[in-house]
């Protein structure tokens, strides 16, 4: 919702600034959102959350600001309307009541279409409407004023029965058509609510008038209403439709019963003062069914008792009153505006606490509780990944969604594929029915990488069932360990690793060989986690390295170093000699009386990067040798073999 | 040499080991969930506009991918036939529909949690949780709360974070288990209170980790992953 900041100053006088404002709104549950000059005004962008329909419009946000900062009632200056009897009659008729529960409307006699006045263009401009002309306007304006939708129908345009234009309200049947004000044909859903006369159906009501009752440049007389529609059935038809208007947004949250009334008597008064020669006629008003209202019991112990706060019954009163709520000892009974979202003694709990504020809530402790022994089923997901990334393995995570063609390639293209209606993009159409098509695309995502030990852990799905998989690939043969690891995961299925076809792999653009290995959860011995087992928790914060889109140059380079110095420390130093430096990693280690006594091997993969281009080779080889000449320096350690 | 556990597996295991140091404890639900599930169950009716502010992934076997984790709370609580008083965390991942960009994914996880005890009020809900904005982002952290409407609670609010040179960021929402909820748990609203939050996991790692793109996480590239060991 759009908040114009001066036209809410119209309605109600307070002192704050426009950020100030901002920022209590916000406290207040209604998030200001963006502040922006619009036609030199300050406009709010605030949003407002669907249960709070009484909050779109320039008077219910002054309701709020009223009550929060304790304020009197925001009041709109209403001129008397001068209305005289006319010749021209409405005939008004609905079937059943509930659908439009109430109808309000007046005729407006002898009126000219124009322009609007530059002060209401401006307006309407800053809030997001497109300026049209005079009637049309005027029903925007007042809407975005006091949040009460209006239409404006050519009198002449309507078929009369007897003396009087014909207005029936009903819901529509099978295979009926409206064509609306934009011009386009549209076949109903059943059940929308339309008005017609004899001939046809002439408008779509709540969502958008219908071409054939529209006001235009010739129009004389108008008909404009103000109504109250079911706000279920707008819903229904706007989305069925597929057509969200102003109006239909705000029927769809719930529009003031008693509301409407102010609505076409201010719409009246702005197009009388607009086209002083118009004729205002007498008020309609038709009320079909009366909302119900009743009073909410509160006690003031419960409502302390969810808040964990210790106001007094007549603070609690207080907070309601100032909200527009009629509160007599332990009852309270909702502004008409608010009967759409009150409904029970909790809804009247978070308006005291609303008023009182949320940062006024006392702080309280849990009772002590420890309970970690029933987690243990989920620690054997973080079990098994400890271990595999103790042996060496990255986890990796990607979409649960996949790509129909390695489907194919991969044979799992069947009738079990769980498919995806309406994906805002193809790549999230499919389900994948297991992991190995996920890891193989990030194998080739990661071509350059030297030797790729990666795994996930994540759920698959089918038609009958949704499980979880692990699934483990790598471009070397798989270790003793590992194939030891995963013959423990479970006891009574071999799991073989399988190399992956040569096919599979030029397809995907693989060029080197893949072994991979699919393990469901449901096989898994649940009992391989001791009691005893945690999760290992990072022990280091790491702050993140942005990633080139240009691919890396990965270089190795081994030392020879006394054995005292950890390969961690002497990776470290590497990593801070130059800011291209993305990764350091250690892949061998090893103790030989060969390099001399107490000395070891390190050897590094060293991942470079350059965040504008691909790196030149003049350029890797002058870092590679910053590096030797620092880790010389100030480890005494000695390149093994030659740089390249 | 060691591998490296996923970012995200980091960060849900340091957000669930202070959940559960608090007595919580960890339960998982299907992606895959009924209409019901997601939305009825939660106090959102299909006739009301609520149930717009999720795209919703719709399966063409008439389910939805799970729009959030608060989808598997009365699903946990009525399959496990639980009783109050429990306290219960559910990390997992959820879908909507929507374009993505640095700051919007279609995929993304959450921690749902929710305690159902005798005389829950919302200074315990907003306590915990300062707690564990704390816990990752260190005592001096500022934090607030303000009301926002949540059809499954009652009252309902957002927590904020602020940030130097961004302002505050909305963190999670949270509230009071909503009557309705807590029926449809087959739990007597007028004996027991609950409290409960949904805490997106993505963006608050980004900002634990300082990640630039929220879909990074999931493409799977080393030059990522291996700077988290």
């Keep these: ?644 | 040499m060691k591998g490296t556990l996923h970012p995200l597996s980091q960060f849900i295991r340091l957000s669930l080991d202070y959940f559960e140091r608090q007595g919580f404890v960890v339960v998982e639900g299907p992606e895959i969930e009924t209409e019901w599930f997601d939305f009825d169950a939660l106090n959102v009716p299909k006739t009301h506009p609520s149930r717009d502010v999720q795209d919703t992934f719709w399966t063409n076997d008439g389910r939805v991918l799970r729009t959030h984790t608060t989808a598997s709370d009365v699903r946990i609580v009525l399959e496990n036939r639980l009783k109050p008083p429990f306290r219960l965390i559910v990390p997992g991942r959820c879908f909507r529909n929507e374009a993505t960009d640095p700051f919007h994914n279609h995929t993304f996880y959450q921690i749902d949690g929710i305690a159902v005890e005798k005389g829950l009020n919302m200074g315990h809900l907003i306590n915990l949780l300062k707690g564990y904005i704390e816990s990752l982002f260190g005592s001096s952290v500022r934090i607030r709360v303000r009301p926002h409407f949540y059809p499954f609670v009652e009252p309902g609010m957002d927590m904020d974070f602020f940030l130097e040179n961004r302002g505050w960021r909305e963190v999670l929402g949270a509230g009071m288990a909503h009557p309705v909820v807590l029926q449809n748990m087959k739990i007597n609203p007028n004996q027991w209170q609950g409290i409960m939050w949904g805490l997106g996991v993505d963006r608050l790692m980004m900002e634990y980790f300082k990640i630039d793109d929220i879909r990074l996480p999931y493409t799977g590239d080393l030059r990522f992953i291996k700077q988290f060991k």
């Design chain 1, 1 to 644: 919702m759009r908040i114009v900041f001066n036209w809410l100053k119209d309605y109600l006088d307070f002192k704050q600034s426009p950020s100030r404002l901002a920022e209590d709104l916000t406290l207040f549950g209604h998030e200001v959102e963006t502040i922006e000059r619009v036609e030199g005004e300050q406009v709010f962008e605030i949003e407002i959350t669907p249960n709070r329909g009484d909050c779109l419009s320039v008077l219910g946000i002054a309701r709020e600001v009223a009550a929060m900062y304790g304020l009197p009632r925001p009041v709109i200056p209403r001129t008397t309307i001068f209305n005289k009897p006319l010749q021209k009659k409405v005939r008004v008729d609905v079937n059943p009541f509930w659908i439009c529960p109430r109808f309000t409307a007046r005729i407006i006699d002898n009126v000219q279409v124009a322009e609007s006045p530059s002060w209401l263009k401006k307006r309407l401009r800053a809030y997001g409407f497109r300026p049209v002309n005079n009637l049309v306007d005027v029903t925007n304006y007042i809407m975005v004023a006091v949040g009460q939708p209006l239409h404006a129908f050519d009198y002449d345009k309507i078929g009369s029965i007897g003396n009087a234009k014909l207005m029936r309200i009903r819901q529509s049947r099978k295979d009926e058509m409206v064509v609306t004000l934009d011009g386009k044909k549209r076949l109903l859903p059943e059940g929308t609510i339309v008005i017609e006369d004899q001939n046809r159906i002439y408008d779509l009501s709540g969502i958008m008038g219908g071409f054939d009752s529209a006001v235009d440049e010739k129009t004389k007389t108008i008909i404009l209403q103000g109504a109250i529609f079911d706000p279920v059935l707008i819903r229904k038809a706007s989305k069925s439709l597929n057509l969200t208007t102003e109006a239909s947004y705000r029927y769809e949250r719930g529009v003031d019963y008693e509301g409407t009334v102010l609505g076409v008597d201010l719409a009246t008064a702005l197009i009388s003062s607009l086209i002083p020669q118009a004729k205002a006629g007498p008020l309609l008003d038709l009320k079909f069914e009366e909302p119900k209202v009743s009073p909410i019991t509160f006690s003031t112990s419960q409502i302390n008792q969810l808040l964990g706060t210790k106001l007094t019954q007549k603070e609690i009163q207080q907070s309601l009153k100032r909200l527009g709520f009629v509160v007599k000892q332990n009852q309270a009974v909702p502004p008409s505006y608010r009967h759409h979202d009150i409904k029970r003694w909790q809804d009247l709990a978070e308006e005291v606490a609303r008023i009182n504020g949320y940062s006024q809530i006392p702080l309280h402790q849990l009772d002590k509780k420890e309970s970690k022994k029933t987690t243990q089923p989920y620690f054997l997901i973080d079990f098994i990944k400890d271990q595999l990334v103790a042996l060496g393995y990255d986890e990796v995570y990607s979409y649960s969604f996949v790509d129909g063609k390695i489907l194919k390639l991969l044979g799992l293209f069947d009738d079990e594929i769980v498919e995806v209606i309406h994906p805002l993009s193809p790549e999230t159409r499919y389900l994948r029915p297991n992991l190995l098509s996920s890891i193989l695309r990030h194998i080739e995502r990661n071509n350059w990488a030297p030797e790729i030990k990666i795994f996930e852990i994540g759920q698959c799905f089918t038609k009958k069932k949704e499980f979880k998989q692990l699934v483990i690939a790598q471009t070397q043969k798989p270790s003793q360990q590992i194939l030891r690891f995963i013959e423990k995961l479970s006891q009574a299925h071999a799991f073989g690793f399988v190399r992956v076809e040569q096919p599979i792999l030029d397809a995907l653009k693989i060029r080197r060989p893949v072994w991979t290995v699919q393990i469901d959860f449901e096989k898994v011995d649940r009992n391989l986690v001791l009691p005893s087992y945690r999760p290992s928790l990072l022990e280091q914060k790491v702050i993140f390295r942005p990633i080139s889109k240009y691919p890396p140059t990965i270089k190795d380079l081994a030392f020879i170093i006394d054995k005292d110095f950890a390969s961690e420390i002497v990776a470290q130093t590497i990593q801070e000699i130059d800011s291209r430096i993305i990764l350091v990693e250690v892949f061998d280690e090893f103790i030989s009386e060969r390099f001399g006594t107490n000395k070891k091997s390190i050897a590094f993969h060293i991942w470079m990067q350059d965040p504008q281009k691909s790196m030149k080779e003049d350029e890797v080889r002058v870092i590679l040798e910053s590096i030797i000449t620092m880790v010389a320096k100030k480890y005494q350690a000695r390149l093994r073999g030659e740089l390249i």
